[in-house]
């Protein structure tokens, strides 16, 4: 079964049950995406350790097992990447539950004047504000049309952006030789652990993931950065070996 010419492999020799399949599991996009093996300890047997240094010096300014270590932890914590889109996010949340409903998106406007009002921030930052709801709305009915989300769904939060990156960084440490197998699998344990805090689903995980890759990269184009990680999610969700069909999210 393969989606946009992808296909799901898995490590016979790497965990397909129990936290560390879960932690492996929330790494998959990237994974699936670059045709590694979900389950693979190390991430990607794709390129050797100095390639591998090399990429993440060049696109994420990591040098060294300190640079490893803190980028790991940045992204397996509480602190958002994207605070706008988190920010605007938590605001729609607070609102809908306030009144016990799902808010339409002039009561989110409403709510971003308002916040935008108490803080003293001035009118050009307030269109920016609102230009990014709307950004955030049209992915969302995006997700609807392509089966990503569930009519009349909306996405909670964009953490597991993160969590799913930190996944794959905990086990990028070991392929670069920047960490040992222990610390690494701790990391990436952590990260589950995250998700399962903030998500109730794999579906749920997945859609916050890739509006979060999204608001990053894609910006309302709707290329490659949103087909991609769209159709490893149809694979996961429905592949008959997918860990997303056998390891439980919670529990």
């Known amino acids: 079964m393969q989606h946009g010419g992808l296909g799901l492999n898995a490590d016979p020799h790497g965990p397909f049950h129990g936290p560390l399949a879960h932690a492996y599991a929330c790494g998959a996009h990237i994974q699936v995406a670059g045709g590694g093996e979900w389950n693979n300890p190390v ?31 940045s992204l397996i914590g509480d602190r958002d990447s994207n605070f706008a889109a988190s920010v605007l996010l938590e605001l729609r949340r607070v609102s809908s539950q306030a009144v016990g409903q799902p808010i339409d998106p002039g009561v989110w406007r409403d709510g971003i004047a308002h916040m935008c009002w108490q803080h003293g921030i001035d009118e050009a930052s307030y269109r920016q504000w609102v230009d990014l709801a709307r950004l955030i709305l049209s992915y969302e009915e995006r997700f609807t049309a392509d089966g990503l989300l569930p009519p009349g769904a909306i996405v909670p939060s ?20 920047y960490s040992d ?59 008959p070996q997918s860990p ?8």
């Not at 197998?181 to 990391?187: E, P, W």
């Not at 997303?244 to 529990?251: A, C, E, K, T």
Request: proline share 3%; glycine share 12%; net charge neutral.
């Open 158 to 177: 964009i953490k597991a952006w993160d969590f799913g990156r930190g996944a794959n960084m905990a086990r990028w440490g070991v392929q670069c030789g």
């Open 244 to 251: 997303w069909l056998h390891v439980p999210f919670r529990g």
């Open 43 to 73: 991430g990607c047997a794709c390129c050797g350790p100095e390639q591998k240094r090399a990429g993440l010096y060049e696109d994420w300014g990591i040098g060294s097992p300190d640079d490893w270590r803190r980028q790991t932890e």
């Open 181 to 239: 197998m222990h610390t690494s699998q701790t990391y990436a344990v952590h990260a589950s652990e995250q998700a399962r805090r903030h998500y109730a689903t794999w579906a749920e995980f997945s859609a916050s993931y890739i509006l979060g890759r999204c608001l990053h990269f894609d910006n309302g184009e709707f290329g490659h950065w949103y087909t991609t990680p769209l159709d490893v999610h149809h694979l996961m969700m429905s592949h």
